[in-house]
Nanobody, 127 residues
């Protein structure tokens, strides 16, 4: 059974930084594409970033591009989301997702492509 546990959320002032972590109990970890999504109250769950099993391919939403960095540590089975220059509109629950894939450079931008989800971690950015 796949388990994804997010951590690292919290309250931060605008302009600050947070690093989210997602510990994945999936093996082999390097056969899963990983993604981060976020959901604000009353809104859809939106794509933030994704990384291929190899770690070589990454994609970002327009709002995340240039401010957020997704990375993965295969030895630890963990994916990270470094968030810089945070804005109040980044306030949301952030969710980690995993999808098994045979392609080492496959990455997925749609929430419908993922079947495994964590419980989420809340990020609140004050102005």
């Amino acid at each position: 059974q796949v388990q994804l546990v997010e951590s690292g959320g919290g309250l931060v002032q605008a302009g600050g930084s947070l690093r989210l972590s997602c510990a994945a109990s999936i093996r082999p970890f390097n056969q899963y594409a990983m993604g981060w999504f976020r959901q604000a109250p009353g809104k859809e769950r939106d794509f933030v970033a994704t990384i291929s099993p190899s770690g070589y391919r990454t994609y970002y939403s327009d709002s995340a591009k240039g401010r957020f960095i997704i990375s993965r540590d295969s030895a630890k089975g963990t994916v990270y989301l470094q968030m810089n220059s945070l804005k109040p509109e980044d306030t949301a629950g952030y969710y980690c997702a995993a999808r098994a894939t045979a392609g080492v450079d496959d990455a997925y931008l749609s929430k419908n492509d993922y079947s495994n989800w964590g419980q989420g971690t809340q990020v609140t950015v004050s102005s």
